[in-house]
C-alpha cells in the first residue's frame, strides 16, 4: 500500500486493496468524495478540552453546533415523509450548518449561548433539498406561494404553461407533480406534521390551464410557518404513476416564511 499525506493527520490510500477499520494506530476509512483515506490516532485529549481554560472557544463552538444539530433533526424529523421523495446525501449536513448560521444570528445570548431564535428564521427561505435541483432549474414560470393567516392556509399558485417549452424534460418523465407543504416551526420533540397537499399528474405534453393549491393549517398567532414547494416527475405505465429510478432532478425548496 502506498501512502501520500495531505497533513500531519490524513494521507489517502493508493493500492489494490482497499482497508477500513483501526490497524494500531490507523485509522482506515472512505470518504464519499475524496476516496480511502487513512488516519493516525492523535488530537488532544477529551478530558482537557472539556476542563482547559485555552479550550474555551472550542467547547463554546461545540456547544453552539451540538444544539445545531438537534435543532436541524427536528426539521428533517418533521418533513421525514417529504424527504424520502425530495432530499438529497448531503441534506444533513447542509441543514445543520444553515441552522448554525441562523444561531449565529442571535445579538441577545453570548458566545456558546447562541440559539435558534424565531425572529431570525427568514434565513430558512431558499433552502434547497436536494443541491442537484430547484425549482428554477426545473419549470420557467413563477411560481406564487405563500402563507395566509386570516385564513388560516398556504396557497400556491400556478400559472398556464406549456410543458414542451417551460419544463426541463427528462428521459422517460411522462409526468409531473406539484406538491404544496406548510408546517408550523417548533422546537418539540416530537414537532407537528406539516399539511401537505399534492397536485393531479400533469402530462409533460399539450397546454396545461395552471391551479391553484391550498394547504390549510391551524396555527398559534405567534408560531412561525414556513411553505415548501416541489416538483416530481413520473413514468406513467399501464395508468400506474412511477418515480423515475435514480432521479436526482425532484425539487423541494422553502419558499416562504412566515414571521409574526
Not at 391551524?218 to 413520473?234: F, P, R
Request: charged share 20%; proline share 5%.
Amino acid at each position: 500500500m502506498y501512502c501520500y499525506q495531505n497533513n500531519n493527520i490524513m494521507a489517502k490510500q493508493e493500492s489494490l486493496i482497499k482497508f477500513r477499520g483501526k490497524v494500531g494506530d490507523l485509522s482506515f476509512s472512505k470518504h464519499r468524495s475524496r476516496g480511502y483515506e487513512v488516519r493516525m490516532k492523535g488530537g488532544v485529549d477529551k478530558a482537557r478540552i472539556q476542563t482547559d481554560p485555552n479550550f474555551q472557544r472550542t467547547r463554546e463552538n461545540m456547544a453552539e453546533f451540538g444544539n445545531a444539530a438537534k435543532m436541524a433533526k427536528l426539521l428533517r424529523v418533521q418533513l421525514n415523509n417529504l424527504l424520502r421523495t425530495f432530499g438529497d446525501s448531503s441534506l444533513r449536513n447542509r441543514m445543520t450548518s444553515l441552522v448554525h448560521r441562523i444561531q449565529k444570528a442571535d445579538v441577545i445570548n453570548g458566545r456558546g449561548e447562541r440559539t435558534f431564535l424565531e425572529e431570525n428564521s427568514q434565513l430558512l427561505k431558499g433552502f434547497e433539498f436536494n443541491q442537484a435541483s430547484s425549482l428554477k432549474m426545473l419549470i420557467g414560470v413563477n411560481l406564487d406561494a405563500y402563507f395566509d393567516r386570516l385564513d388560516g392556509q398556504a396557497n400556491l399558485t400556478v400559472p398556464a404553461f406549456n410543458p414542451q417549452i417551460d419544463v426541463m424534460l427528462l428521459p422517460g418523465a411522462t409526468h409531473m407533480q406539484f406538491t404544496l407543504a406548510v408546517a408550523e416551526l417548533s422546537t418539540a420533540d416530537i414537532p407537528p406534521r406539516p399539511e401537505v397537499v399534492k397536485s393531479a399528474y400533469i402530462p409533460l405534453i399539450g397546454q396545461y390551464p395552471g391551479d391553484l393549491l391550498e394547504a390549510p393549517l391551524t396555527v398559534d398567532d405567534t408560531k412561525v410557518v414556513y411553505v415548501i414547494v416541489g416538483i416530481s416527475m413520473y413514468q406513467e405505465v399501464n395508468n400506474e404513476f412511477y418515480p423515475l429510478k435514480n432521479n436526482p432532478y425532484n425539487a423541494m425548496t422553502i419558499v416562504a416564511v412566515d414571521i409574526p
